[in-house]
C-alpha cells in the first residue's frame, strides 16, 4: 500500500516561502503521477499543483502561476512544492496525492483522479 507523508507547513509572514515535501513509502513513486492539493476552512479542495511520473509535465492552478513550483526526485521518493511570495489567501492544510500512470504525462488537478493521499500539513500566511 502506497502511503505518502507531508511536511514543511508553517507559520510564515506574507511574502514569505516555504517547501512542502511528499514522501513515499511502500512504493516507489517512479510511475505515479503527483498532485498537490489544499484545502482552507470553510472551502471546497482545490488543486494546486501537479507533475507526471518522470516530471515531463506539470500544471499550475492559475492563482499561483509564477509563485509555486512543483518538482520531483525519484530517487528520494520525494516530490516538492516550492511555494515563494505566500499570501494570507495561501492559508490551508496542503495535501499531496498519488495517482498511478506508469511512463504517461498523465497530470489533473482534479482531486478525483488521485487514489491515494496524504494526511495533509498545515501552512498559515499571516502576519
Known amino acids: 500500500q502506497l502511503q505518502l507523508v507531508e511536511s514543511g507547513g508553517a507559520l510564515v509572514q506574507p511574502g514569505g516561502s516555504l517547501r512542502l515535501s511528499c514522501a513515499a513509502s511502500g512504493y516507489t513513486l517512479i510511475n505515479y503521477a503527483i498532485g498537490w492539493f489544499r484545502q482552507a476552512p470553510g472551502k471546497e479542495r482545490e488543486g494546486v499543483s501537479c507533475?507526471?511520473?518522470?516530471?515531463?509535465?506539470?500544471n499550475y492552478v492559475d492563482s499561483v502561476k509564477g509563485r509555486f513550483t512543483i518538482s520531483r526526485d525519484n530517487a528520494k521518493n520525494r516530490v516538492y512544492l516550492q511555494m515563494n511570495s505566500l499570501k494570507p489567501e495561501d492559508t490551508a492544510v496542503y495535501y499531496c496525492a498519488a495517482k498511478f500512470a506508469g511512463l504517461t504525462d498523465f497530470v489533473s488537478l482534479t482531486g478525483d483522479e488521485y487514489r491515494y493521499w496524504g494526511q495533509g500539513t498545515q501552512v498559515t500566511v499571516s502576519s
Open positions: 507533475i507526471s511520473s518522470r516530471g515531463r509535465s506539470a
